[in-house]
């Protein structure tokens, strides 16, 4: 089944304590996106990489690290969280128009962040 | 510089009613557009999207949106409101074909009363 697998589904922190939320894709997308969900917000992007070792900052990048070192794989680091950083947060890949098929960004199921 | 704004947080109808979420954007180039639905606890699903080809375009579950550039609006419609449509739904734009940089409204919480 295609799907974009984001871990974990939850997790619970204290503040400056590195994490990282993983992200995997199994359907050789070039394209893959990170995205903050928060009441109100709707969904701010994070970073995003066109392939890889290629990244770009999106909208809202402070606080956050990302690496593209395979393609399948676009892990989020928090080097030291802080609670502002508490949030839903989402993968997403896609495969640029042109090529089949595409159906925009495919997200994973969300990683709901608390730092505490 | 890409935004798009979703008029009203919250819209309420009743079965069977006209389903319709307000959608405006604002693009320097032709833009994509898209509309996606989250259902609780999941993550977001492409219910259709534009990419110049047809202006009405046909989703998935009985959705479509009009493509208006003189009105700068992408509104999303259903003739018939069910139960199972109560999520919430993001517009969003892309200036690069949507999947580099896309920009989401903050959404629409669509309620159906029975």
């Known amino acids: 089944e295609a799907q974009v697998t984001q871990n974990p589904r939850y997790l619970i922190t204290v503040t400056g304590k590195k994490l990282t939320v993983t992200c995997s894709q199994n359907m050789n997308h070039e394209y893959m996106s990170w995205y903050r969900q928060d009441p109100g917000l709707g969904l701010r992007q994070i970073y995003y990489?066109?392939?890889?070792?290629?990244?770009d900052k999106g909208d809202v990048p402070e606080g956050y690290k990302v690496s593209r070192k395979e393609k399948r794989n676009f892990p989020l680091i928090l080097e030291s969280p802080s609670p502002n950083q508490t949030s839903l947060y989402f993968c997403?890949?896609?495969?640029?128009?042109?090529?089949?098929?595409?159906?925009?960004?495919?997200f994973g199921s969300g990683t709901r962040l608390t730092v505490v | 510089a890409q935004s798009v704004t979703q008029l009203g947080s919250h819209v309420s109808v009743s079965e069977g009613a006209l389903v319709l979420l307000r959608c405006n954007y604002s693009?320097?180039?032709?833009?994509?557009l898209f509309w996606y639905v989250q259902y609780p606890n999941q993550g977001l699903q492409l219910l259709l999207k534009y990419t110049s080809a047809a202006t009405l375009v046909k989703g998935i579950n009985g959705f479509e949106a009009e493509f208006k550039k003189s009105e700068t609006s992408f509104h999303l419609t259903k003739p018939s409101a069910h139960m199972s449509d109560a999520a919430e739904y993001f517009c969003?734009?892309?200036?690069?074909?949507?999947?580099?940089?896309?920009?989401f409204g903050t959404g629409t919480k669509l309620q159906v009363i029975p």
């Open positions: 969003a734009v892309s200036d690069y074909g949507g999947y580099q940089k896309v920009t």
């Open positions: 693009s320097s180039v032709p833009p994509y």
């Open positions: 997403a890949s896609s495969s640029p128009q042109g090529s089949a098929p595409y159906y925009g960004y495919t």
């Open positions: 990489s066109m392939n890889v070792e290629v990244t």
